[in-house]
Each structure stands twice: as structure tokens, then as C-alpha cells.
């Protein structure tokens, strides 16, 4: 808030995790700005956060961010524009999810950002503007195609020159975890496990070489079968008396690393089912096949 007030143009990195309140700190914010007649610009790496935040946009989408970066890249944002009259009167840009962006989306938006009538500010960090970033680094970072790890450090936020000079804020405590309503001993349980991801994402449950990692107890399944049985028989228990209840189905998911072992596992559970249920399995999979086949002939007609 001082650095909006001020004007002084700092750049802010808010270092968290799921359920810490992230949400509520930026609407806070926005609300407080907003009240006193300032434009915040609220966007996100992604689509989905993007849905997830009060009025959000995509970065890609509102800064025009080239979808094909280099170390050489600016944002399309044109003098005399809409979006570049609307950047000028800015006060504030919170950008969320970013250790997924390339560092050179950051680099592009700072040099486009720059290049303004006011230049005054030409030197500073993404042209004076206060920008908060948000994100988790032990979440997804950027993806390099066939990249190795080191490409893919040197790709992340934290290895740009701008990181140098970005003010870190961390958020600590689990503000979901501490306003749910269940037991004593699930939230116990709860806690444990949060402080287990953390601990990977720390990379102090892992063995030395980075190859081995320590499950809890509860979570390791004893397999008295296959591998696919025993799964099978833990998320879908009793799946051949419940192929009609769509919620049964809609309340669990296997979720797997590669699409081959995604078809392996239907195909699997597929063949286990009685043949009535592989009917109606079969039904469903036509019709969504038709309705999609319609919504192309529409789509089709629509556009001829």
C-alpha cells in the first residue's frame, strides 16, 4: 500500500501455498485500492486461476505477451491504444501463479512497460509500476519440451536479473486448514499431511540422490493383488453395484503421471465390470462421441 501511495515502484514476490488465504489477501487489497478510485489489474499464468480470481484475466491475453518468447521479446501493446492508456493510469498489477511463466514473459512485460510517454521511470523495475507477484516455486515451474532440469531453473523467475531487486513476503499458516469444521483428530491428520508436502516441496523427504520418497504410512497400500486391483478395489470398492450412480463415479478419480497407464487402468476396469455395465459404459461413450460430432456440424453451419 505505501509503494502505491508513494509511487515508489517496488516489485513484491508473496511466497505461498494452497489454502493460505491467497485469495482473500489480494480481493483485500483490490478493495482497499479500488475504494479510493485506483486501477488494479488483477491477472494469471494460467486460465483456471485466472476463473478463481475477481475479475481476472490471463497475462498472455491482457499484455499481449508473445506466445513464442525470447530474451528479446516486448508485449504488443501499441502507443495510442486502449491498453496502453489503460496501463498509464494503473496503480497496481498483481500477477498470480507466476514461477509458471518463462522469466521472460516478466522481462518482456518490464521493457514494455518502460517504453512509455513518462520517462522518468525509465530505469526502474517494469517502468515505476508496483507489481505483486504470487506463487509457489515447489509447484509447477515452466515447461521446457525435452528440457532438462537445469533448463528449466534457467527458464524460472528466480534466475532472471529482475529477481534480484523483487521484495519476498512469505505466508506460513494454513488458514484453510484452520477454519474447517472437522474433528480434532482429522485435523490432526489434516496438518500432518500439509506438513508432508512441504517437506517434499523442501526436498527434505527425499533421499539423497532425489530418486526416493518417503510415503507416510496411511497412504502406502498393502497389495495382496495386482497393482490394478489393488487401487481398483480402494477407490472404487464395490464399483460393479454402483455402475448407475453417477455421483459414486463423479466423487473418485485415479490419477496417473502418463496417458498410458490412464488407458491401461480403463481399459482394466473396463473388462471388470459385468457385461451389462460395459454395455452401459459403451452408451455413454457414443453419446458424448455424438454430441460432439453435432457440435461440429454446428459449428460448421454456423461458420459457412
Known sequence: MDSV?????TTFFVYKHDGIGKIFLWSTIISKLRSKGKIVLLVATSGIVALLLPEGRTTHSCFRIPLDITDKSTCD???GTQ???LIRKMSLIIWDEAPIANRYCFEALDRSLKDKDDQSNVEKMFGGMTVALGGDFRQILPVI?????FDIMQASLCSSYLWENITVSKLTENMRLKKNDSSTADLDEMFAFDKWLLRIGKGTSV??????????DDLNLTVDCTPQETILNVVFRGLCDQTENVEYIRERA???AKNDVVHEF????IQTLPSEGRHTTVRIQLAKQEECQMMMMSYIQLNS
Open 5 to 9: 501511495e508513494d509511487k515508489k515502484g
Open 77 to 79: 501493446i501499441k502507443k
Open 83 to 85: 491498453l496502453a492508456d
Open 145 to 149: 519440451p525435452k528440457g532438462k532440469k
Open 207 to 216: 533421499s539423497e540422490d532425489e530418486s526416493l520418497l518417503q510415503i507416510l
Open 254 to 256: 485415479i490419477l496417473t
Open 266 to 269: 480403463n481399459e482394466y476396469i
